[in-house]
């Protein structure tokens, strides 16, 4: 049976054919076009910038969300082929009112989703979201008449607007003195042109692969160690210096290092961290609760701090902002530098790693090795929210002298490691996330876990 098309605070997301329809976009966009006309009083037109990651259905769902928002008077411009970000950056740039990217990230190519930006760049927060949704599903759409439809336009300046606010993030020079040999993965998503275009002009010597953005991805979407076989493989291949995965809206990366070693995600943040904490001595950064514990061990050291936020990048960006942080992200590989947008890029991720490489005169194996050390354990449990709550509970009691962080589930930090549990928002789900640098030490941990949550759970 196929699964429920799902609308979440980021958007809509859903399987072509079965539950997403060109139909269902066009609503979502009236809705989403009706809501940001009802933002404010003014009659101003306003204008939305719309993108696409690379899959086939994404012309389709775009046209249909463009038609939605004509329907209420709202304009377009459309972007093409865009990366999440670099519709992020447009938006900013063009002063639209908001953004649309049809992506569904990771997800396989069956699937296809519509996420929505405020003027911002970022994701609605959940009051604005539930107005969404409400007009979505009541269909409270202020239609107009044929003299009032929006109309809709093409903009193809995304690529090089993007990497006009990349390159001053690092010195480019310095960087193509070393002419590094890098191999980048663009798994055919939307991410190819632009990220080997921010290569070049850092004087990188590119081998590209799975560049076309055709969305037919040649393997796994999520840049995960298992899907990025072929990538460790090219780079011991070309001898490189380092390979790049992008997922296919290109603002998660990953990174092999030169022995083509797949180094895992959570090292694109510690790793551009490092870049910025040398330069910002003392600065914050942010990070959600489920990020590896090498970033505070990095802003520690250069007298710097890390806040910490709930899991989703728009909660990593408002905290960027409230506490003026110069770097933050995920664990997932996504990357945020405010100068650039508040939305996870992995462009600006590989400019700060080839620009730590190129500074310090370190192989990625080096800088990677220097930063280890930790191991990360994930496990889930089928729990609701009550059941897992009152498993938080007794991982309290039994966990006395943990520092807590309850933001978004609960978060038990030890001296020798963390453990992150919280519930998913869109199914029954309680993850565990664990950080130790001590096998022993984790076996402890998520042995104590393993029966708190069998008492609970039967
Ligand atoms: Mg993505």
Redesign the pocket.
């Given at each position: 049976m196929a699964q429920e098309l799902i609308i979440s605070i980021s958007g809509m997301r859903g399987i072509i054919g079965a539950n997403l329809f060109p139909e269902t976009a066009a609503t979502y966009g009236a809705a989403f076009g009706t809501f940001l006309k009802e933002q404010t009083a003014d009659k101003k037109r306003r204008v939305v910038a719309i993108g696409r990651?690379s899959r086939p259905s994404g012309s389709m769902l775009l046209g249909a969300v463009v038609s939605g928002l004509a329907s209420v008077g709202v304009d377009a411009i459309d972007l093409g082929i865009c990366t999440?970000p670099g519709v992020g950056i447009m938006l900013r740039h063009l002063h639209c009112a908001g953004g649309v990217v049809i992506?569904a990230?990771?997800n396989p190519i069956e699937y296809n989703g519509i996420k929505l930006l405020l003027d911002n760049g970022i994701a609605p927060p959940k009051a604005l979201a539930e107005k969404i949704r409400k007009i979505y599903f009541e269909k409270q759409l202020k239609r107009v008449n044929s003299a009032d439809c929006g109309q809709v336009w093409a903009n193809d300046k995304s690529c090089e607007i993007h990497i006009d606010k990349v390159l001053p993030l690092v010195n480019p020079a310095q960087i193509a003195a070393k002419k590094f040999k890098v191999v980048l993965d663009s798994i055919n998503g939307a991410g190819g042109p632009v990220g080997l275009l921010l290569l070049k002009k850092l004087g990188c010597n590119v081998t590209a692969v799975n560049i076309e953005p055709t969305g037919i991805f040649a393997h796994g979407a999520e840049p995960t160690e298992e899907n990025l076989k072929s990538l460790c493989e090219n780079v011991r291949k070309a001898v490189a210096d380092i390979g790049f995965a992008q997922?296919?809206?290109?603002?998660?990366l990953a990174i092999v290092d030169n022995t083509g070693r797949y180094i895992g995600e959570e090292f694109t943040l510690a790793l551009a961290a490092q870049y910025m904490f040398a330069k910002n001595p003392g600065a914050s950064a942010a990070a959600n609760l489920s990020t590896s514990r090498m970033i505070d061990d990095i802003a520690a050291a250069a007298g710097g701090k890390v806040i910490r936020t709930p899991v989703g990048e728009a909660h990593v960006a408002q905290a960027m902002i409230q506490h003026q942080c110069v770097i933050g992200g995920e664990g997932n590989g996504?990357v945020i530098d405010l100068r650039v947008g508040p939305i996870?890029d992995s462009l600006v991720a590989m400019a700060m790693v080839l620009q730590l490489m190129a500074e310090t005169g370190k192989t990625v194996t080096q800088l990677a090795d220097s930063l280890g050390g930790y191991t990360m354990h994930k496990t889930k449990y089928k729990a609701d929210a009550q059941r897992a709550k009152a498993i938080i509970e007794k991982a309290k009691q039994i966990f006395p002298d943990a520092k807590l962080n309850t933001s978004d589930g609960c978060r038990f930090d030890f001296a020798d490691g963390w453990l992150h549990i919280r519930t998913s928002n869109t199914e029954p789900i309680m993850r565990v996330i664990l950080e130790t640098k001590d096998a022993a030490i984790a076996q402890k941990y998520l042995k104590t876990m393993e029966s708190i949550c069998k008492e609970t759970l039967g």
């Open positions: 990651d999440t992506t990230s990771h997922d296919p809206d290109a603002d998660r996504g996870r």
